[in-house]
């Protein structure tokens, strides 16, 4: 199931914004339980949250296009990521799974650079 994320619980909710464009409507939404700490996966929680987006409203689901942190050349989901690479994978229906599985090696890549750098040792 696309939605299963270990160590989350998902549960469907609705407020009610008290400003911007939503302010005084009621939306709905989901609320995520983080029920294993250890076992919670956030990249794939996101990964599949975002994947749900696109199913439940195709055609109107949009990525932000605007500038994100003065970065202008590319869509904020691609700087957020790293790559356009999973934006493009989720929009043809890939596995929030998947997805999260082919950005493994950059990960990998990332925590060995990042070694250098750290003052503390975990």
């Given at each position: 199931?696309?939605?299963?994320?270990?160590?989350?619980?998902?549960?469907?909710?609705?407020?009610?914004?008290?400003?911007?464009?939503?302010?005084?409507?009621?939306?709905?939404?989901?609320?995520?339980?983080?029920?294993?700490?250890?076992?919670?996966?956030?990249?794939?929680?996101?990964?599949?949250?975002?994947?749900?987006?696109?199913?439940?409203?195709?055609?109107?689901?949009?990525?932000?296009?605007?500038?994100?942190?003065?970065?202008?050349?590319?869509?904020?989901i691609d700087l957020l990521l790293g790559d356009p690479m999973p934006r493009a994978a989720l929009e043809?229906?890939?596995?929030?799974?998947?997805?999260?599985?082919?950005?493994?090696?950059?990960?990998r890549e990332f925590g060995r650079v990042r070694e250098r750098y750290l003052l503390y040792r975990e």
């Amino acid at each position: 199931d696309a939605m299963r994320v270990p160590g989350a619980a998902w549960r469907p909710t609705f407020f009610s914004p008290r400003f911007d464009k939503w302010a005084g409507l009621r939306c709905g939404g989901v609320n995520l339980l983080v029920t294993d700490r250890a076992a919670f996966r956030p990249v794939l929680a996101g990964v599949a949250l975002l994947a749900a987006c696109l199913a439940a409203f195709p055609g109107e689901f949009a990525w932000r296009t605007d500038a994100y942190e003065f970065v202008k050349d590319r869509l904020a989901i691609d700087l957020l990521l790293g790559d356009p690479m999973p934006r493009a994978a989720l929009e043809a229906g890939a596995s929030p799974h998947d997805v999260v599985a082919s950005m493994e090696v950059a990960r990998r890549e990332f925590g060995r650079v990042r070694e250098r750098y750290l003052l503390y040792r975990e």
